[in-house]
C-alpha cells in the first residue's frame, strides 16, 4: 500500500534538513515557525499548506517545484 501524501510530505522534508545538517529548530527559525509546526509536519499529523510548503522549500534552499516533486516520487 502506498505511503500516504502526508507521510511522503513529512519524510521529505525530514530528509531534507538532515541533508542540511539542520535540526527542527533550525527549519522553524529560517520559516519563522514553531519548532512543534515543524515536527507536527514530520510526524505527518498536520498538512503544510501552500505557503507553508513554499516557506519550507526556500529554508531548505529548494525550489518548491523540486519538493513536490520529491513528494511525488516518495514510495
Do not use: W
Request: charged share 35%.
Amino acid at each position: 500500500m502506498p505511503k500516504s501524501l502526508d507521510i511522503r510530505t513529512g519524510e521529505v522534508i525530514k530528509e531534507l534538513c538532515i541533508a542540511l545538517g539542520y535540526s527542527q529548530e533550525d527549519l522553524a527559525n529560517a520559516c519563522e515557525m514553531e519548532r512543534t509546526h515543524i515536527s507536527a509536519i514530520e510526524r505527518a499529523v498536520r498538512t503544510p499548506s501552500l505557503s507553508t510548503l513554499f516557506k519550507l522549500a526556500e529554508a531548505l534552499d529548494k525550489k518548491p517545484s523540486e519538493v513536490v516533486r520529491l513528494i511525488e516520487e516518495k514510495k
